[in-house]
């Protein structure tokens, strides 16, 4: 749920970009620049319009107005953030962390938004502390199993603008597969009452 992702990001610090609740009524609040994205915050996307790009003030209250008229509450806004993405893949607690540029290898999401940012530049960052900070972001969200994106600014720093469990592991899942098994190994050991993993 895309409410409750931002607001535990905010409060535990985690990298983010700028972010608001709109709630039912859909009013825009002051000072809000543009470009920025809409984001539906009761879940995850399910269609493209749950996730918009807008450029301008009129573009996105016809966005609010989609929202609304889909019953769908509250949205979340991010700010646009300029430089690379990057989509990673990783298992909190263990050593595997998989990341790669989506415009570089033809994997593309299943809404294409990424093409916004246009193709990466190769901007160095530093992969250990994009680990770091993932890792911490799996234990505020409770998602050891987890996928992600972020954004790399001119700088290097860094900021996640979307976080997933148990998400495909499509180009990175003959490797991830050991490690998964092995974290969850790890919370059988912790609990060992628990008798499927689907308790996990």
């Known amino acids: 749920i895309r409410r409750i992702m931002t607001e535990r990001f905010i409060a535990g610090g985690i990298a983010t970009p700028e972010s608001r609740i709109i709630g ?3 009013e825009m609040v002051k000072d809000i620049h543009y470009p920025c994205w809409l984001k539906r915050g009761d879940g995850c996307a399910q269609q493209k319009e749950d996730t918009c790009y807008v450029e301008t003030r009129e573009e996105a209250e016809k966005v609010l ?7 769908i509450t509250p949205v ?6 300029k430089g690379d993405l990057v989509k990673f893949y990783g298992v909190e607690g263990t050593d595997f962390f998989y990341w790669f540029y989506p415009s570089k290898c033809g994997h593309r999401s299943k809404f294409g938004l990424e093409v916004i940012n246009g193709d990466a530049q190769g ?3 530093v992969v250990e502390d994009l680990k770091k900070t993932a890792d911490r972001a799996a234990t505020v969200l ?12 001119e700088d290097g720093s860094f900021r996640i603008i979307d976080f997933n469990d148990w998400p495909s ?28 993993v689907t308790d996990f």
Do not use: Q, W
């Open 24 to 26: 039912r009524n859909g």
């Open 123 to 125: 901007i160095p960052f």
């Open 65 to 71: 107005k989609n929202f609304e008229k889909r019953s």
């Open 142 to 153: 409770k998602t050891p199993i987890y996928g992600g994106d972020c954004i790399i600014a």
């Open 76 to 81: 979340v806004l991010n700010e646009h953030l």
């Open 169 to 196: 592991f499509a180009p990175c899942r003959d490797t991830a597969a050991y490690y998964i098994a092995k974290r969850l190994c790890m919370e059988f050991e912790k609990h060992p009452f628990i008798k499927d």
